[in-house]
């Protein structure tokens, strides 16, 4: 296990080298912010607003007892899978912390 996660982070750590040397490239040839459509620019992601406002006044209705097509809300809009119940994703955020920190290498149990 700790050989398979070495390779992996050294691999990784050696892909996030060249990554960064072709995003530098890259963003050379991007242009300026000027170059970006303007609804790009204007993007918002409000996780409050009007789906919220609604979700609450549904959630109001149901606790009231009035009948919906639904009985409950999952709320999966703000991007928590963990919320929902999704296990995390240990294997790969372990990896990914031992690119970021290679000491933690050095550590027994690793």
Same mark, same amino acid.
């Given at each position: 296990?700790?050989? @398979? ?13 060249? @990554? %960064?040397?072709?995003? *530098? ?5 991007? #242009? ?5 459509? /303007? ?15 609604? *979700?609450?006044? %549904? ?17 999966? +809009?703000? #991007? +928590?899978?963990?919320? %929902? #119940?999704?296990?995390? %994703? ?18 027994? #149990? /690793?």
């Amino acid at each position: 296990m700790f050989r @398979s996660l070495t390779r992996t982070a050294t691999s990784l750590l050696q892909i996030q080298r060249a @990554s %960064l040397h072709q995003t *530098k490239a890259s963003l050379q040839q991007l #242009g300026s912010k000027d170059d970006i459509f /303007v609804n790009v620019k204007e993007m918002e992601y409000p996780v409050r607003g009007p789906l919220l406002i609604l *979700k609450n006044e %549904l959630e109001a209705k149901i606790k009231n007892g009035e009948k919906l097509p639904f009985q409950e809300i999952i709320e999966c +809009n703000i #991007g +928590n899978p963990q919320a %929902l #119940g999704q296990e995390p %994703l240990q294997y790969m955020r372990d990896v990914l912390s031992l690119v970021v920190n290679p000491k933690l290498m050095e550590l027994e #149990g /690793v």
